[in-house]
């Protein structure tokens, strides 16, 4: 008769994809903090010289108006996605994903509207420039969200039932991307 101790305990669940998500969203808000705190810098300059800022452009702000709208809607939606895939309901995560993917489109169609409205050349003054530098940075970060949507999408909706953690990371960036598109929308279409 042999006499052997019990089993360990189960190890810790891993958590690598939301702590790398939450690193990335870290990284965004600095990013876009960043970028802000120079757009505001050079905005003070120019309105302290007794100028207007922007000088001869118009900002349609309606079109920026219903980004914000659109960006706060994805964030429901993905926690959407987190809530069907925690019950294993494949059909709502892959329509709450699905939806989720057609609203950041949504936003980066009404980005380009914003882009062609204004027809506002690239490098003729420094706040064509900033505002290009901020707002394309903004909308590479919304294709990157687009990204993970797909990837989230592919892993929930592939067989992997019980992986939610991706659908989880997933709705997490898009709480940073939010958070950093509201500093983006005050900054340079609210105060301009």
Sequence with gaps: MT????????PAPRRQIFVGTTLAG?????????????????RDGVVS????????????EVATNV?????????LFAQWAVYSARRGDRAHT???????????IAFINAQAFVYSQMGMPLAETSYATLFYALTGTMTAIVIGGLVL???AAFRSLGGRDRDFEIVSAHALLWYFIA?????????VYVTK
Excluded at 49 to 60: L, S
């Design 67 to 75: 980004m914000l709208m659109t960006i706060g809607a994805l964030c």
């Design 94 to 104: 892959g329509l709450a994903l699905g939806v989720v993917l057609v609203m950041g």
């Design 26 to 42: 870290v990284g965004i808000v600095m990013l876009i903090g960043g970028m802000s705190t120079l757009w505001l810098r050079v």
């Design 149 to 151: 949507t797909v990837v």
């Design 3 to 10: 006499v052997a101790l019990p089993a360990g305990p189960a």
């Design 179 to 187: 958070a950093a598109y509201a500093v983006v929308w005050f900054v």
């Design 49 to 60: 010289a007794g100028e207007r800022f922007p000088v001869d452009y118009i900002i349609p």
